[in-house]
């Protein structure tokens, strides 16, 4: 797939690996529609991605609100023509041990910004992807796929992003839409200093080993491949591959390696 003139929509676009996808897209002139909370950050990249040879506007957007899903597509589709490609990137991260969670509504919050957020904005954009026969990505995690202490909150959300995905991609190949997962680990983006503690504030702290964190560059670039070869699913290293088919034969060695994600010092 070859992203010239193609309208791609990137939510979560105003830093970290949303912005670095649409960076890493600009030389080959798509037409990017950048989606975030923050007008300044997506106004700095905005410029950025015009002046590496892509045109872009960007819509302030929150993903946990129907309203404005519908309304970045209609944008989408009245500036640029029909949609070839929604990334939906946009997501919180929470870390507080269950029994400590202090304020509840967060299991709420983080659904209608990583799972809700997700399929509001497919939903939208859906009748327009089948028109292009287009790509649906879902920017998940590994805490996706396998449980994560002190994740509760966070796992139980990407894990229904992911059924999402699943179930949609059996149905989606009827009209020609290819849907893909990718599922980083530790990325060094600051998504999880700002994720919620306990109370449901911003933790300011990541709370998992930082050692080996994969750059953010290196993360949009394995993305952009799957999505130039429409593949099904992007899990980012060999431990990564290895720990999941760990868990179907030897699962309590995956929730040991699990524990030892989590930092010593927080």
């Known amino acids: 797939m070859k992203f010239g003139d193609k309208v791609i929509v990137i939510t979560g676009a105003s830093d970290g690996i949303g912005a670095e996808i649409a960076r890493q897209l600009a030389p080959e002139h798509p037409k990017l529609v950048l989606a975030a909370r923050g007008a300044e950050g997506l106004e700095r990249v905005r410029r950025l991605c015009r002046s590496l040879g892509a045109e872009a506007i960007e819509v302030v957007t929150d993903v946990s609100v129907e309203g404005d899903c519908r309304r970045l597509m209609e944008r989408a589709v009245t500036t640029f023509g029909d949609i070839d490609v929604v990334v939906a990137n946009a997501g919180i991260s929470m870390h507080a041990r269950f029994d400590q969670i202090e304020d509840f509504s967060t299991f709420e919050r983080l659904f209608r910004i990583n799972t809700m957020g997700t399929i509001w904005c497919v939903r939208h954009a859906y009748p327009s992807l089948k028109r292009t026969r287009g790509l649906v990505v879902g920017v998940s995690s590994l805490a996706g796929r396998t449980g994560v202490p002190e994740r509760t909150t ?76 429409r593949e099904r699913e992007v899990v980012m290293t060999a431990k990564a591959r290895v720990g999941l088919w760990l868990k179907l034969v030897a699962p309590s060695v995956v929730d040991r390696m699990a524990r030892a994600a989590l930092a010593r010092d927080r």
């Open 154 to 229: 966070y796992c139980a959300s990407k894990f229904a992003q992911n059924g999402f995905l699943e179930a949609l991609r059996i149905e989606a190949d009827d009209h020609g839409i290819a849907v893909m997962a990718a599922f980083p680990g530790v990325v060094r983006t600051e998504v999880r200093r700002r994720g919620w503690n306990a109370r449901g504030e911003p933790a300011g702290i990541s709370g998992l080993s930082e050692s080996g964190a994969m750059t953010v560059e290196d993360c949009a670039r394995r993305i952009i491949k799957g999505m130039r070869n």
